[in-house]
């Protein structure tokens, strides 16, 4: 059964930076595009950065371009995405996801409060 578990959130004042992970197990993670999304509150869930299976391309939303950086290490089944410059609009639950031979699979999500 595929897995995702998110980790590295928490609380940073403006302008500091946090690092989250994205664990896969259950599955072939070498093989798939993996996905950052975010959620604020009484908002729409919305893609945060992409990265292709082996780490060569990568893709952004406007908001986060030059301050987010996604990567992953294909050894470790982990994505991560670093996010430097952070503000307060950044503050959402950020979710970890991968569509699988048309399965779309979630991690539990992981909190980034961004506030002084």
């Known amino acids: 059964q595929v897995q995702l578990v998110e980790s590295g959130g928490g609380l940073v004042q403006p302008g500091g930076s946090l690092r989250l992970s994205c664990a896969a197990s259950?599955?072939?993670?070498?093989?798939?595009?993996m996905n950052w999304y975010r959620q604020a509150p009484r908002k729409e869930r919305k893609l945060v950065a992409g990265?292709?299976?082996?780490?060569?391309?990568?893709n952004y939303a406007d908001s986060v371009k030059g301050r987010f950086t996604i990567s992953r290490d294909n050894a470790k089944n982990t994505v991560y995405l670093q996010m430097n410059s952070l503000k307060p609009e950044d503050t959402a639950v950020y979710y970890c996801y991968v569509e699988m031979w048309g399965l779309r699979y979630w991690g539990q999500g992981t909190q980034v409060t961004v506030s002084s």
């Open positions: 990265i292709t299976s082996d780490g060569g391309s990568t």
């Open positions: 259950g599955c072939t993670f070498s093989r798939f595009y």
